[in-house]
């Protein structure tokens, strides 16, 4: 059994689920379980400076650059960052995940649960044919499988156990931190910049193999709040503002076919999400997607219009609505730094993988990270069909992600960094 497969399934087997509606951070107790495994694990391999935030769950850790006497005068090493959260998506349960192995896969359905008849068909996931002959894990058909992102985590684990194991590969600093919460947006709400110290980074959260993304979506969410006036239905003629359909008239006013099922690629929409209501008062959640800045602020201005409408249509203060940024389209902050997508590709190249660079229909950790300073983008992992029982993951191609790492850093031990912070390839 590989490195990165013994690690994968020790991982994906503590449950790390977390939650949007505890309040907390981390938003989940347990995910701490895996923290503390990974920090015991980066104490033994010998890495430096391990440090565990134990009150918002962060893993940090340092690989120390071995080839500063390579460096031309008056510059460092690069000083190269990996990140992979621990948490697993709150929509399925994470608990007593019995992860399987399928041995060099037939093409055909996979039986997941027998006696449910959950099957993985590729009739149902076309991708799968893909992997025919290779070796996969996949869920018993009650849990997710956790590939999204411990995948992720295992691949930086072997790196970094083969960089400390083998002080001939050069490379400069490594910095290594594992996030909580990234699955409900908070996963670098107490990231420490200072501590991490790197001068770019990469997220490992990607899925199948080739992915490297550098552009995601905009994101905003939206709360609208709807305030009707309760009359009995009797004598209600003239007189009753009912709340529920003050909602349903908002959403029908927004564009039909701006809608998650309607889009691809780089279209964005509006999503709802949530909605409660009785006569009295309604509530609906929307988040707002888009690659295009411009076509992301006027998602937000006929949110706004609409607003508008029903408030001068029905009287002022029927509709609330309280609108907020979550994140924004990384590939402003990559494109000054191009050497990072040019590295990745090379790596993968070198492995002879394709490089896959589509925008994400989402969001990472990295999109935050960049608008934070740190220009961090995302490689795959070698996981599929992430957030359900569906989910599956391939060993040929985790193990392939490894090796594109160890690429990565092994193109950066020629990188230094000058004394005005510019990053130079020697």
Same mark, same amino acid.
Not at 41 to 45: P, T
Not at 184 to 189: F, R
Not at 216 to 219: G, I, L, P, S, V
């Given at each position: ?6 690690r994968?399934l020790?991982y994906?087997?503590i449950?790390?689920r977390s939650?949007?509606?505890s ?10 379980d895996?923290a503390k495994?990974?920090?015991e ?5 010998g ?7 134990k009150e918002?769950?962060?893993?940090y850790?340092?690989?120390?650059a071995n080839?500063?006497?390579?460096m031309?005068e ?6 190269l960052?990996f990140?992979s959260?621990?948490?697993?998506s709150p929509?399925?349960t994470?608990?007593?995940v019995s ?6 896969y037939?093409?055909?359905d996979i039986?997941?649960n027998?006696?449910?008849q959950i099957?993985?068909s590729?009739k149902?996931?076309?991708h799968?044919s893909a992997q025919?002959?290779?070796?996969l ?7 997710l499988?956790?590939a999204?992102?411990k995948?992720?985590?295992a ?21 290594i931190?594992f996030?909580?919460?990234?699955e ?6 107490f990231?420490?910049?200072e501590r ?10 990607g899925g199948g193999?080739g992915?490297?993304e &550098?552009e995601?979506?905009?994101?905003a969410?939206a709360?609208?709040t709807?305030?009707?006036?309760s009359?009995?239905?009797g ?5 009753m503002?009912?709340?529920?359909l003050l909602?349903?008239e ?5 564009p ?6 309607y889009?691809?690629?780089r ?9 409660r209501?009785t ?5 609906v959640h929307y988040?707002?997607r888009d690659?295009?800045r ?8 006929m949110?706004?219009?609409v607003?508008d409408?029903l408030n ?17 389209n ?10 990072l997508?040019e590295t ?9 993988v394709?490089?896959?660079e589509?925008p994400i ?6 999109a935050?990270?960049s608008y ?5 983008p ?7 069909n992430y957030?359900?029982r569906f989910? &599956?993951?391939s /060993?040929p191609?985790?193990?392939s ?6 690429g /990565?850093?092994?193109?950066?031990a020629?990188?230094h ?10």
């Open positions: 059994m590989s490195e990165v497969l013994e994968f020790r994906v087997k449950d790390t939650s949007e509606e309040g907390l951070s981390p938003s989940t107790e347990k995910q701490h895996l495994l990974l920090y694990e980066l104490q033994e391999l890495a430096s400076d391990v440090f565990y935030d918002h769950c962060y893993v850790a340092k690989i120390p080839n500063a006497d390579k031309p008056g510059t460092r090493p690069i000083s960052g990140v959260h621990m948490d697993t929509e399925v994470g608990t007593n992860p399987r192995i399928v041995k060099e037939d093409g055909g039986v997941l027998g006696e449910a099957l993985l590729p149902d996931f076309p799968l025919k002959g290779k070796d894990v996949v869920t018993d058909g009650k849990t499988l956790g999204d992102d995948a992720g985590v691949e930086i684990m072997t790196m970094a156990k083969t960089l400390l194991s083998d002080d001939t590969l050069p490379h400069g600093d490594i910095r931190c996030t909580p919460d990234e409900i947006g908070e996963g670098v709400k990231f420490d910049l991490f110290s790197a001068d770019c980074a990469y997220t490992v959260d193999l992915e490297l &550098y995601n979506f905009n994101a969410e709360e609208v709807f305030y009707g006036r009359v009995h239905p004598s209600a003629k003239g007189q503002i009912n709340a529920t909602a349903y908002f959403h029908q006013l927004l039909e076919f701006q809608n998650p099922m889009t691809e690629g279209e964005g929409f509006y999503h709802l999400n949530q909605m209501g006569v009295e008062k309604a509530v988040i707002l690659h295009d411009e076509k992301f602020e006027e998602k937000k201005e949110m706004r219009r607003t409408f001068a249509k029905y009287g002022e203060g029927r509709v609330e609505l309280n609108m907020a940024d979550v994140y924004y990384m590939i402003e902050k990559i494109l000054p730094h191009m050497h997508i990745a590709r090379e790596a993968m190249q070198a492995e002879g394709t490089p896959i589509t229909r989402g969001g990472t950790d990295g935050m990270l934070k300073g740190l220009p961090c995302n490689l795959c992992t070698g996981g599929y957030h359900g989910e &599956y993951a /060993i191609e985790m193990e992600t490894v090796k594109i790492l160890l /990565i850093v092994d193109r950066y020629a990188f960094v000058a004394a005005d912070g510019q990053i130079s390839k020697a």
